[in-house]
């Protein structure tokens, strides 16, 4: 009997672990997106509305499904003391997520942004009213401050509505484009996580039509060497340029006492450190005596025995 337990237990184990190795590549390398919405234009939707509240909803979810880790715009302000308030220009609203990026906090940081505005319209005709809706926006890298691509969407066919006040007041109409926003918007879903994929094409530098978990994107950081003799900075710039994933390197000043670098890598933060000790060392410089501080997309390395 506990032969036939261990025995289901081990299946059982196997299960999980098969799962779990097929899973987890997905689930660790999703490309991060934050989904917010800009009111600015006096003709757009609210932010406050009920009707930007369904779209962003469906918005998320069709990008959830599509494979991305989506940062909800409300538990960010709520984390970090943000407002999202309504009417403000898109650029205020860009740069609020840009700042979020700069906080110690993992949680908040996302990669890309879509920033979306809704637009209603009814056209009164003699025998009816019609009801219209679009919506359009554009994706951003938060890191490079590119905008990557837009997008549109509007059904080819508008909604009748009673033309009759009595028959369809305004809390019915804003019920009824409320609806007709979310059918809306899981249309456009779909087209945004295509547009999203070749977005994260764009920066990675691939071609594949894979899903958004198996792109590694690439960062663009400023590296500034201080202190660091000729022949060891030229032999830090070569050890570094030839290692793995490390798409360019390029010298961008050279002064008495220091020179910058603009650094482009899909690696992470912590790699980066470990290539940069690797190449001090290549470049016959004491790593027990550099200085290395990383913050954002700034990295300064100061040889401290100069």
Known sequence: M???VNYKLFKYLLLFLS???IISPSVFGQTRVVVTGEDSDRNSVERNSEIFKRVISQLQESLGRGGYYVIDED???VKLGFQFNSRRPKAELVETLMVANETNDATVQSRLAVVFAIFPQVKEL???KKLEVRVRGDIYDLK???PLANFEYKPKKAYVIPKSYSQCDSFCIQEILGEKSREVARELGDVLVKKLQISVNKISGSTSSSGASSQSLASTYNLNL???KTAQAIKFKRSLSGMSNIKSFKTLSVETSQRAYALETSIDLGLLEEYIYEAAMNADVDIGNIR??????DIEVENLNW
């Open 292 to 297: 290395i501080v990383m913050s954002g997309t």
């Open 19 to 21: 799962i779990f190795i």
């Open 75 to 77: 538990m960010l302000a």
């Open 144 to 146: 490079t401050f590119r």
């Open 226 to 228: 201080i202190r660091f």
């Open 126 to 128: 003699s025998f009816t």
């Open 2 to 4: 506990l032969v036939n």
